[in-house]
């Protein structure tokens, strides 16, 4: 019988992130004719709770902290070679600028084929990107079988500022289950919450971190000063405690929820109207997806992909980044509006059923690997 495809994959932690959750889809659409081993170089592994039980993953200790890498770079860079050669992959997959090392290692080491994906970027390059990032991408990602992006936006900045041949670069399309995430689904969440149903709920859904931008969403949905409405802020991460602050200085009080993590997201995004997204950074949006899939309206702010991704005419709903008054003129009319909100959601759930369908991204996921191991 012939062995399955091993696939080593490096991220900077293995937590519950955008995409982390996408490679736990691809994995499972791939099945267990594909091996799997993970290697997190910060050691965080709970996104593996995700993992269907018949994925062959194992999960390897890392080889120290990157950190590391300035102190002791040869000494880093043998360990990290020596995880991967011992792991005997047949492609190896890193994900985002944490993982660069890892392409360096194997790249230096011959070890296999590789193909880094670039996600998205953090709150220190919502701006501008980092120049020795920059140059550091090109000398590294040139030389390497080639690049998975997940929006147009990065796309152009592979092809742009990385200066990577188009041939190297791959934009693969997020999918989203539509058969999970679908409108009408139970509103029981939301009931345990004590929400009335006459409320019109607007939230965000995802973890709490400075590069969502949620003081803009809190201030926005302040100045808004919408009667019977409420905001939920579903998950956790690092700025929790200050949202709640802002929330306290705002006056928001009842108005604001946090529920905290979501383990099923569908159940959460069925308490919603409209699913809110105030990122500073973000290429192509899982939450934005599986909103869409469930029939919500959006509003969110003008990065990455997410125009796109809503559709051409999508002015109303899509907001310049960091631009507190038009967002809050745009939740000011999904709030007043039911017809609008039910045309922006079924126009969503159409949107997601034609462009964005998980299988077909699995599908171009498992021919992109399969065109690095035969490269070899």
């Not at 011959?110 to 998205?120: A, F, K, L, S, W």
């Not at 936006?153 to 670069?169: G, N, W």
Request: net charge positive; glycine share 8%.
């Amino acid at each position: 019988m012939e062995r399955p495809l091993h696939l080593m994959h490096v991220f900077p932690d293995f937590a519950p992130g955008g995409a982390e959750l996408r490679v736990v889809k691809i994995m499972n659409g791939m099945g267990p004719a594909v091996r799997h081993t993970v290697l997190p170089l910060w050691g965080t592994t709970t996104a593996r709770s995700h993992i269907h039980r018949d994925i062959d993953v194992a999960f390897v200790e890392p080889p120290g902290f990157p950190p590391s890498v300035r102190t002791h770079p040869v000494q880093y860079f043998r360990r990290l070679q020596n995880v991967i050669r011992a792991a005997r992959p047949d492609v190896l997959l890193t994900y985002n600028f944490g993982a660069l090392y890892a392409v360096m290692a194997a790249w230096l080491g011959r070890i296999c084929p590789v193909i880094h994906n670039e996600c998205g970027f953090g709150s220190d390059e919502a701006v501008k990107l980092k120049t020795r990032r920059v140059l550091l991408r090109r000398l590294v990602l040139n030389r390497i079988f080639g690049v998975a992006v997940t929006s147009h936006t990065m796309q152009e900045i592979a092809i742009r500022q990385f200066k990577l041949p188009s041939r190297k670069v791959h934009w693969i399309r997020t999918g989203v289950d539509v058969a999970r995430f679908q409108p009408g689904l139970s509103r029981q969440w939301r009931q345990q919450l004590g929400i009335p149903d006459e409320q019109v709920v607007f939230g965000f859904l995802g973890a709490l971190r400075p590069e969502k931008n949620l003081p803009l969403l809190l201030r926005a949905f302040a100045a808004a000063r919408l009667p019977n409405v409420r905001l939920l802020l579903i998950g956790e991460g690092g700025q929790r405690a200050e949202m709640e602050g802002l929330a306290k200085t705002l006056g928001l009080g009842d108005r604001i929820l946090f529920p905290g993590y979501a383990p099923d997201p569908a159940a959460a995004l069925a308490a919603l109207d409209v699913f809110t997204l105030s990122s500073s950074t973000e290429q192509t949006s899982n939450s934005l997806l599986e909103a869409m899939a469930c029939g919500l309206p959006a509003v969110v702010t003008d990065v990455g992909d997410s125009r796109v991704v809503l559709g051409e005419d999508a002015s109303s709903v899509v907001v310049p980044s960091g631009d507190e008054g038009a967002y809050a003129a745009a939740l000011v009319a999904m709030a007043r509006s039911p017809e609008l909100r039910r045309e922006w959601g079924q126009r969503n759930r159409r949107r997601c059923l034609a462009e964005y369908p998980q299988d077909r991204m699995i599908r171009e996921y498992q021919a992109l690997y399969y065109a690095a191991y035969t490269s070899r």
